[in-house]
């Protein structure tokens, strides 16, 4: 169990729609990553947040946005959904983004676009 | 863009043998390699980490080699279980600024431990 809590687990909705994906990072943790796993283009770095504040972009849509809590948890939201957003959508904790430790994974939530 | 690339996509080994699994990364900046074990319908589980100022780094059962030279890792795991079927994915952090954190991955490696 690596302490970080992903719900739900599984998503099934239709195109056009929005959904929220939550995240609770591991106890001690401040800062937050998404990741996007599917066949084609594998594990893909979506954003991250730190303390609260956006620190990095990666390849992120403009349909899709992020936030993190005071409390520390954080929340990815897809709207205008497409087929081809079906994937799997990680989220990560570590300490602190300026050092170099590893990030720690949840289980995943899948989503599935119909 | 920068990318990490792996060589074998899948690898089968019987039980009791050493895995050696690699990955090619061409991002010469990076400073810090990461490997992970991802079992299905979980997330990648962290394994061991090298910093770019080590060429070695042992764990339980696992050794993780870094030659900066020719930008390639590899992960050896001795006498792999049947436990140890998963996919492996190598991970660069990026280096420096807001790189920090953005990890980039490899395709991954399929890994079957054959009893």
């Known amino acids: 169990d690596s302490g970080v809590t992903q719900t739900p687990k599984h998503l099934i909705t239709a195109t056009g729609q929005r959904v929220t994906l939550r995240c609770s990072p591991r106890?001690?943790?401040?800062?937050v990553y998404w990741y996007q796993q599917s066949l084609d283009q594998g594990l893909q770095f979506l954003i991250q947040?730190?303390?609260?504040?956006?620190?990095a972009k990666g390849n992120i849509l403009e349909r899709f946005s992020a936030q993190q809590f005071p409390d520390l948890h954080s929340e990815l939201n897809l709207s205008s959904l497409e087929l081809g957003d079906s994937a799997l959508y990680f989220c990560?904790?570590?300490?602190?983004?300026?050092?170099?430790?590893?990030?720690?994974f949840g289980d995943g939530t899948r989503l599935s676009i119909l | 863009g920068e990318s990490v690339g792996l060589h074998l996509p899948t690898l089968s080994v019987q039980e009791g043998d050493n895995s050696i699994i690699n990955c090619a990364y061409s991002?010469?900046?990076?400073?810090?390699f990461i490997w992970y074990k991802q079992e299905s319908g979980k997330g990648p589980q962290f394994i061991i980490d090298?910093?770019?100022?080590?060429d070695k780094r042992q764990g339980q059962r696992v050794t993780v080699l870094l030659n900066k030279t020719v930008k390639h890792l590899s992960l050896q795991i001795a006498a792999t279980q049947p436990g140890d079927s998963a996919v492996y994915f190598c991970?660069?952090?990026?280096?420096?600024?807001?790189?920090?954190?953005?990890?980039?991955f490899g395709q991954g490696t399929i890994l079957t431990v054959h009893p």
């Open positions: 990560a904790s570590s300490g602190t983004p300026n050092s170099n430790q590893p990030q720690h």
């Open positions: 106890s001690g943790d401040l800062s």
């Open positions: 947040y730190y303390n609260g504040e956006e620190r």
């Open positions: 991002n010469s900046a990076s400073d810090y």
């Open positions: 090298i910093r770019s100022n080590m």
């Open positions: 991970a660069e952090n990026g280096a420096g600024g807001t790189s920090y954190g953005k990890l980039t």
